[in-house]
Nanobody, 123 residues
Framework: VQLQAFGGGLVQPGGYLRLSCAAS????????MGWFRQAPGKEREFVGG????????YYSNSVKGRFTISRDNAKNTVYLQMNSLKPEDTAVYYC?????????????????WGQGTLVTVSS
């Protein structure tokens, strides 16, 4: 079972990126999915999550209104659309599959993790 996050890179402030998280080895259509990030010298933090059906999404206050999470269960893929990026969004972004049908803000609610993809917001 593998989650692979990709799509990171260098972007200027105010720009946008779209991260993808592709799952292989098993389907996660019944699982909530989450995105976390970890900036240098800081703890990993919850960015947002999406319920198994895609009908409900959750966001941290720091990204609400700028980031959008979606999923395509047929493709076993989750997306994180990041707009109006700020330098403080610079971090390694991780996707994770929750044990339950809805995501959680706590990392211990997830039992599968991707390897992370680096997002750097800088001019």
């Amino acid at each position: 079972v593998q989650l692979q996050a990709f799509g990171g890179g260098l972007v200027q402030p105010g720009g946008y990126l779209r991260l993808s998280c592709a799952a292989s080895g098993r389907a996660f259509s019944n699982n909530g999915m989450g995105w976390f990030r970890q900036a240098p010298g800081k703890e990993r933090e919850f960015v947002g999550g999406i319920a198994w059906s895609g009908s409900t999404t959750y966001y941290s206050n720091s990204v609400k209104g700028r980031f959008t999470i979606s999923r395509d269960n047929a493709k076993n893929t989750v997306y994180l659309q990041m707009n109006s990026l700020k330098p403080e969004d610079t971090a390694v972004y991780y996707c994770a599959a929750a044990r339950k049908a809805v995501p959680s803000t706590g990392a211990d609610a997830y039992n599968y993790w991707g390897q992370g993809t680096l997002v750097t917001v800088s001019s």
